[in-house]
């Protein structure tokens, strides 16, 4: 498929040779970046569910469920015979989904720590490392 910079899944950058064989979190995963980065704005229409899985080569079931969960996150919104649109972002909702997912990864790294003998010094000292590295 070539790149066009108004076809709506060269903007999604959901195009069959980035998703050949992923998993449908990935695919929901990066329509959410897109929306998240203001490259879709609300009210932009994304491809039917048919449409995007015949495109891909994946099954329905599987863009269904990548749109079911971005409509429950809020990213999305589904309208009977028309389609999926972008979301305006409920951008509170966002930073709470967030912080909670955050506090489970942390949570998961503290547990980690532990069992590998290290202390609460050493894991902030990686964390900041970590954070130093990412920005």
């Known amino acids: 498929m070539t790149s066009c910079a108004n076809c709506i899944y060269c903007v999604c950058t959901v195009r069959t040779e980035e998703f050949h064989g992923a998993h449908y979190p990935q695919y929901r995963q990066q329509i959410k970046a897109q929306i998240l980065s203001g490259a879709l704005s609300p009210g932009d229409a994304l491809p039917s569910i048919r449409g995007l899985a015949k495109d891909l080569k994946i099954s329905v079931i599987t863009t269904k469920r990548a749109y079911d969960e971005l409509e429950a996150q809020g990213l999305i919104n589904t309208v009977a015979g028309k389609g999926c649109f972008v979301a305006e972002p409920d951008l509170a909702l966002f ?15 503290a547990e980690l720590a532990r069992t590998c003998g290290l ?4 894991l902030t000292e990686l964390l900041r490392r970590k954070w130093e590295g990412s920005l």
Do not use: P, T
């Not at 930073?95 to 790294?109: C, G, I, K, V």
């Not at 202390?119 to 050493?122: F, G, L, V």
């Open 119 to 122: 202390s609460e010094s050493e």
């Open 95 to 109: 930073r709470e989904q967030s912080l909670h997912l955050l506090e489970d990864h942390l949570a998961a790294a």
